[in-house]
């Protein structure tokens, strides 16, 4: 039923086009109509769902909220006649039979405790930049795929870097990613994201 939902929300960001990605064998013409992607009102309101995510870093242990904007991707999994290329909005099959994107994170974290420091007021809103490598998994990325990638984020005024790997199902609409940063004193030493993306 979940998966029904999820799957009838992710259509609505892309047109009908996107639904012959699904298929291996060429189209019977030559003359490939290439999709138009293009922002829904439908589209807007599902980028506002946030995806929850537990952190721990030298700050202690939280919880917060990420969104992603993607500017640009490049698909190597779709149709050899489509153009691989993709702006703002990335259909599901893009992204999970293979795939590389650029993306914007903002991000809301809070701290149950805080430091003891007077001017830690216990919640920082940042931006994450970073790069993601998408691989399908299990027919072609629609049951399972994984990513690897890395980003940049300034929490607090202190810069950082993180390493991140992914696991993803229901077509790419739910996963999991854990983002490690390699030094001791990061401010967010790791963090696991419950992804949930509607496109």
């Known amino acids: 039923m979940l998966s029904g939902v999820l799957g009838l929300v992710?259509?609505?960001?892309?047109?009908?086009?996107?639904?012959?990605?699904?298929?291996?064998?060429?189209?019977p013409s030559n003359d490939v109509r290439q999709p138009m992607y293009?922002?829904?009102?439908?589209?807007?309101?599902?980028?506002?769902?946030?995806?929850?995510?537990?952190?721990?870093?030298?700050?202690?242990?939280?919880?917060?909220?990420?969104?992603q904007i993607t500017p640009i991707a490049y698909s190597w999994g779709v149709y050899r006649k489509i153009s691989p290329w993709r702006f703002g909005v990335v259909d599901p099959t893009a992204r999970q039979s293979g795939s590389v994107e650029f993306y914007l994170a903002p991000e809301y974290i809070y701290y149950p405790t805080h430091s003891g420091s007077p001017s830690w007021k216990g919640d920082e809103v940042m931006l994450r930049w970073g790069g993601r490598a998408y691989f399908p998994l299990w027919e072609r990325g629609e049951f399972l795929s994984m990513s690897v990638g890395g980003s940049v984020y300034d929490f607090g005024g202190k810069w950082a870097t993180a390493g991140e790997l992914g696991l993803y199902g229901l077509g790419g609409t739910a996963g999991v990613q854990v983002a490690v940063s390699p030094t001791q004193d990061a401010p967010l030493r790791a963090v696991t994201t419950l992804v949930l993306r509607f496109f």
């Open 10 to 27: 992710a259509l609505a960001a892309a047109p009908s086009e996107a639904r012959a990605f699904d298929t291996d064998p060429a189209p």
């Open 38 to 67: 293009q922002p829904t009102l439908g589209w807007f309101a599902a980028q506002l769902i946030p995806s929850p995510e537990v952190t721990a870093g030298s700050q202690g242990a939280g919880w917060g909220l990420r969104w």
